[in-house]
């Protein structure tokens, strides 16, 4: 995405050059530059990621309640050539590993722990990310009882509005939502939006790489934080607009 906002700047700088508007051209050309060393060296991205994720770069102690219930937010999955099955999404797998640790933590406090999966098959793979999470948790250890699944969402919008439900249904009095750090502002702001209040637990916190000269790896963590707010900029819009649903707060019915 960011890559491709510069292609086509340069391409306007091109197109503006031709047109004997050669101030304007090379201004764009020298924007295009500046942006390509920002991004390229890391500068931009460490600040949109820190931005993004500096609040819950500690994790939380945790208060168990007396119906608790951990919310697994995914990162996709795949099928990969030559092998069996539908595997989780490269990024899911330090939100597995800290699913995991808080499940044992709440065990140890308080008997009655679920997680819930949630996920539909947005990639098309022919089977939800719910599903395949959910054996994935069951191979590290978590019995399939206290696993329920949400096997219907396509993204994160729909992974607060299609849990919420779950969540009220079982009267989860403490709500722990697992996912990467720079996923985690956006997930809290539409949890919020239908009624859940939870405590953020970050599976991982993604850094940029700085650099003397570019790297193409700081333009996709770029893209990452990109999307994020994009999604934060697109939820307050619609707000403004009157799009998103009626706002549900927390504990009314």
């Not at 819950?56 to 919310?71: C, E, H, L, M, Y």
Request: net charge positive; proline share 4%; charged share 15%.
């Amino acid at each position: 995405m960011s890559l491709a906002v510069l292609i086509v700047i340069a391409a306007i700088a091109c197109l503006l050059g031709r047109l004997k508007w050669r101030r304007t051209s090379i201004t764009l050309f020298t924007v295009c530059a500046v942006l390509f060393l920002a991004v390229g060296c890391g500068w931009v991205p460490q600040w949109m990621l820190g931005e993004l994720q500096s609040r819950d770069a500690a994790k939380p102690a945790i208060a168990w309640g007396d119906r608790n219930v951990i919310v697994l937010l995914g990162a996709g999955t795949q099928r990969v050539a030559g092998a069996d099955g539908v595997e989780p999404g490269a990024f899911s797998y330090a939100r597995f590993v800290e699913t995991v640790e808080q499940y044992q933590a709440c065990r140890q406090a308080k008997p009655n722990c679920m997680i819930i999966v949630s996920g539909g098959d947005a990639r098309k793979t022919g089977e939800s990310e719910a599903a395949v999470y959910q054996t994935t948790l069951v191979r590290m250890g978590i019995p399939v009882g206290d696993i329920k699944q949400e096997p219907k969402s396509m993204n994160t919008w729909q992974n607060a509005e299609f849990t919420s439900g779950i969540l009220k249904a079982h009267g989860a009095d403490r709500v722990v939502i697992v996912s990467s750090g720079f996923h985690l502002q956006r997930g809290a702001l539409y949890f919020s939006h239908f009624g859940v209040a939870a405590t953020l637990v970050r599976g991982d916190y993604l850094q940029a790489q700085p650099s003397l000269l570019p790297l193409a790896y700081n333009f996709t963590v770029t893209d990452l934080a990109l999307h994020e707010y994009i999604g934060i900029a697109r939820y307050h819009a619609y707000n403004a607009l009157g799009w998103n649903p009626e706002r549900t707060l927390p504990g009314q019915a």
